[in-house]
């Protein structure tokens, strides 16, 4: 069966700060990922997706970025935290069909920026 | 652009009590997901709609879709505590992205 693992599970980093979030998943080959923030009144919001190694699509412009160094990893990083950056970020991972497939959550990280 | 949105955003019902959360969507999407989430935890996949007039059940859950409405509605039967955390619809962008809605929370009271 498939699992998706996440860390850390908590973070507090200063302003300023660089950030590097870790997202794998096992029991599955060439997964499409997907990094998610989730913020208080600003809902769920898609960061970032990939559908291979080094494909990353960016939803939204911002300080951060993600890589896919191998097919199961994903990760979100930024080089200077802000505060708008504290929230629950949220991978996940579906095979197949992009667009109709289902997407599955992992664990998440909370990140408070001070 | 496609938007969601879910009413109520809160909710409190007595346990035993039926009642409905809807999801409402701006553009066309011929899919739709449901998901829950309890406190600090991550969500949990409760139902994949995919095409007009789609049922599915699941204990006291039943979700459905009316894509010429672009409506979903998830049905709570006879509400027990168990049940209470925030449900999230989604509906699936062009791209493969999903777009959430902001969420209703549920508490079932006894």
């Known amino acids: 069966s498939q699992t998706i693992h996440q860390w850390p599970a908590t973070l507090v980093q200063p302003v300023g700060s660089p950030l590097s979030l870790e997202c794998t998943v096992e029991?599955?080959?060439?997964?499409?990922l997907y990094w998610y923030r989730q913020a208080a009144g600003r809902g769920l919001q898609l960061l970032f997706y990939s559908v291979g190694i080094g494909q990353i699509s960016s939803e939204v412009p911002q300080n951060l970025s993600a890589s896919r160094p191998q097919d199961r990893q994903f990760i979100l990083s930024s080089k200077k935290l802000l505060l708008s950056d504290s929230g629950f970020y949220l991978c996940a991972w579906s095979v197949g069909d992009i667009l109709t497939d289902t997407q599955y959550f992992g664990p998440g990280t909370r990140l408070t920026v001070l | 652009e496609l938007k969601v949105e879910q009413n109520p955003l809160f909710l409190s019902m007595q346990e035993g009590k039926n009642y409905t959360i809807y999801c409402n969507y701006s553009?066309?999407?011929?899919?739709l997901y449901w998901y829950r989430q309890d406190p600090g935890k991550s969500l949990e996949s409760l139902f994949v709609l995919l095409s007009n007039g789609a049922v599915k059940q699941e204990g006291r859950l039943m979700a459905s879709l009316d894509t010429k409405a672009r409506l979903s509605t998830l049905h709570i039967t006879a509400a027990v505590h168990d049940l209470s955390a925030t449900y999230f619809c989604?509906?699936?962008?062009?791209?493969?992205?999903?777009?959430f809605g902001k969420g209703t929370k549920l508490s079932v009271k006894p």
């Open positions: 553009t066309t999407s011929d899919r």
């Open positions: 029991g599955t080959s060439n997964p499409n």
């Open positions: 989604a509906v699936g962008g062009s791209q493969g992205n999903l777009i």
